[in-house]
């Protein structure tokens, strides 16, 4: 009985272990990935700037990147629980994405530029769903989802603060925005190559989780429902970093070189706290995002109101709020529906997620067109409002457990 239960202990070892490198796997896909198109997404604002458009213009491209990148989801994800197909969606994704980051250096005019900004959403939009889904297999292995996506957001961020430094030395060398995109063609060439290893190593990620319990009925269940309603509302006042960077660079609150850097510390504090967040998430489940939306939301007052030194606390704050989006709210949606449907939900739950950035980043660039005071009150209302809904799931799963 003794020998049995060693060989269980260590045959569970050996797959908690797998799942462990596999998620680091895709957490060095996505390092180089965030690498490519955070570097070019830290500039993109003052780059649409340089060619003549607006602020409303930046504002609506940017909640147009977020609602293609997030509502295609719901097709991909469907397609993706459908066909089963999850890499090759995965991969056709990945190498639209990363293709586009380095075309911006070819762009003569805004509506071109912002045409490659709207394709790198597009990519991400297809790869993301299934990508989710094998990181969600991986992470019920590991023994927690918040672990397993925190720390593939934990070295997601650490390429996104490494890419806008590399713009940011790029720009302060003397180059121009077409340089700086120019070469970011060397990280997404790596990234394309790192997606074919991790195909090759891991082809069916779904034996991570052998034991998955089947689906039950036709619908998604209504805390799904009511969760996304709440996240919504925290998209809806979230403002893109597109506008940020516009009205740094607008007001002259610091250097150009600067807004990359500022960046750049954002995605450091996303990445460090992705970590910290997902170990909490697991430990003490939906009480850690409440109190993270609360803090989060001072991004707004503190990026748009001050100079230098407020600006930075804002953008500290803001990736905060960016670790929280990209790790700990996708993290939830997991254990809420079955495998089976896991695509699915995660692309529905983007669609929603992102008709509302799009919705809310619109409004925003209006507002701050017309006073920048109430582009800020938005941003605020919109997300403390989303914690009435936040406090209801809270209080479910608490009963539930």
Same mark, same amino acid.
């Given at each position: 009985?003794?020998? =049995?239960?060693?060989?269980?202990?260590?045959?569970? &070892? &050996?797959?908690? !272990?797998?799942?462990?490198?596999?998620?680091?796997?895709?957490?060095?896909?996505? $390092?180089?990935?965030?690498?490519?198109?955070?570097? +070019?997404?830290?500039?993109?604002?003052?780059?649409?700037?340089?060619? @003549?458009?607006?602020?409303?213009?930046?504002?609506?491209?940017?909640? #147009?990147?977020?609602?293609?990148?997030?509502?295609?989801?719901?097709?991909?994800?469907?397609?993706?629980?459908?066909?089963?197909?999850?890499?090759?969606?995965?991969?056709?994704?990945?190498?639209?994405?990363?293709?586009?980051?380095?075309?911006?250096?070819?762009?003569?005019?805004?509506?071109?530029? /912002?045409?490659?900004?709207?394709?790198?959403?597009?990519? =991400?939009?297809?790869? @993301?769903?299934?990508?989710?889904?094998?990181?969600?297999?991986?992470? /019920?292995?590991?023994?927690?989802?918040?672990?397993?996506?925190?720390?593939?957001? %934990?070295?997601?961020?650490?390429?996104?603060?490494?890419?806008?430094?590399?713009?940011?030395?790029?720009?302060?060398?003397?180059?121009?925005?077409?340089? *700086?995109?120019?070469? $970011?063609?060397?990280?997404?060439?790596?990234?394309?190559?790192?997606?074919?290893?991790?195909? $090759?190593?891991?082809?069916?990620?779904?034996?991570?989780?052998?034991?998955?319990?089947?689906?039950?009925?036709?619908?998604?269940?209504?805390?799904?429902?009511?969760?996304?309603?709440?996240?919504?509302?925290?998209?809806?006042?979230? +403002?893109?970093?597109? #506008?940020?960077?516009?009205?740094? *660079?607008?007001?002259?609150?610091?250097? !150009?070189?600067?807004?990359?850097?500022?960046?750049?510390?954002?995605?450091?504090?996303?990445?460090?706290?992705?970590?910290?967040?997902?170990?909490?998430?697991?430990?003490?489940?939906?009480?850690?995002?409440?109190?993270?939306?609360?803090?989060?939301?001072?991004? *707004?007052?503190?990026?748009?109101?001050?100079?230098?030194?407020?600006?930075?606390?804002? *953008?500290?704050?803001?990736?905060?709020?960016?670790?929280?989006?990209?790790?700990?709210?996708?993290?939830?949606?997991?254990?809420?529906?079955?495998?089976?449907?896991? %695509?699915?939900?995660?692309?529905?739950?983007?669609?929603?997620?992102?008709?509302?950035?799009? #919705?809310?980043?619109?409004?925003?660039?209006?507002?701050?067109?017309?006073?920048?005071?109430?582009?800020?009150?938005?941003?605020?209302?919109?997300?403390?409002?989303?914690?009435?809904?936040?406090?209801?799931?809270?209080?479910?799963?608490?009963?539930?457990?």
């Amino acid at each position: 009985m003794k020998d =049995k239960s060693q060989a269980h202990d260590a045959a569970n &070892g &050996g797959a908690r !272990t797998k799942a462990l490198r596999f998620v680091l796997l895709i957490g060095i896909v996505s $390092l180089f990935g965030d690498f490519t198109y955070e570097g +070019a997404r830290s500039v993109t604002g003052p780059y649409l700037e340089s060619l @003549n458009a607006s602020a409303a213009v930046v504002g609506v491209v940017a909640g #147009l990147g977020e609602l293609i990148g997030y509502g295609l989801r719901l097709a991909s994800g469907r397609l993706a629980d459908v066909s089963g197909r999850y890499w090759p969606m995965a991969i056709f994704g990945y190498m639209v994405q990363l293709l586009a980051v380095p075309a911006l250096a070819l762009a003569g005019s805004w509506p071109q530029a /912002a045409a490659l900004i709207l394709l790198e959403r597009v990519g =991400k939009a297809i790869r @993301n769903p299934p990508r989710d889904v094998m990181l969600s297999h991986a992470g /019920a292995q590991m023994g927690g989802y918040g672990w397993a996506f925190g720390l593939r957001e %934990a070295l997601d961020q650490f390429g996104a603060m490494v890419g806008p430094l590399v713009v940011a030395a790029v720009l302060a060398g003397g180059g121009s925005y077409r340089e *700086a995109f120019a070469v $970011l063609v060397v990280p997404a060439l790596i990234t394309l190559a790192l997606v074919g290893v991790a195909r $090759l190593l891991y082809p069916a990620p779904h034996e991570m989780e052998p034991h998955a319990p089947s689906a039950r009925g036709d619908g998604l269940p209504r805390v799904f429902w009511v969760y996304l309603f709440g996240a919504a509302l925290v998209a809806a006042g979230f +403002a893109d970093w597109s #506008l940020i960077a516009f009205h740094l *660079a607008r007001t002259d609150a610091v250097s !150009t070189q600067s807004i990359a850097i500022f960046y750049s510390v954002a995605m450091a504090v996303s990445g460090a706290g992705s970590l910290a967040m997902g170990r909490l998430f697991d430990r003490f489940g939906f009480a850690v995002l409440i109190g993270l939306t609360i803090v989060s939301s001072f991004f *707004a007052p503190f990026a748009f109101f001050g100079g230098f030194g407020m600006a930075l606390v804002g *953008a500290c704050l803001w990736g905060l709020g960016m670790g929280v989006h990209e790790s700990i709210i996708p993290a939830a949606v997991a254990p809420m529906v079955a495998p089976q449907r896991r %695509a699915y939900a995660f692309g529905l739950f983007a669609a929603g997620y992102g008709l509302f950035w799009f #919705l809310g980043s619109a409004a925003i660039g209006f507002l701050y067109d017309r006073s920048i005071a109430a582009a800020v009150v938005f941003c605020l209302v919109a997300q403390f409002a989303a914690l009435p809904p936040f406090i209801w799931v809270w209080r479910r799963q608490r009963a539930a457990s």
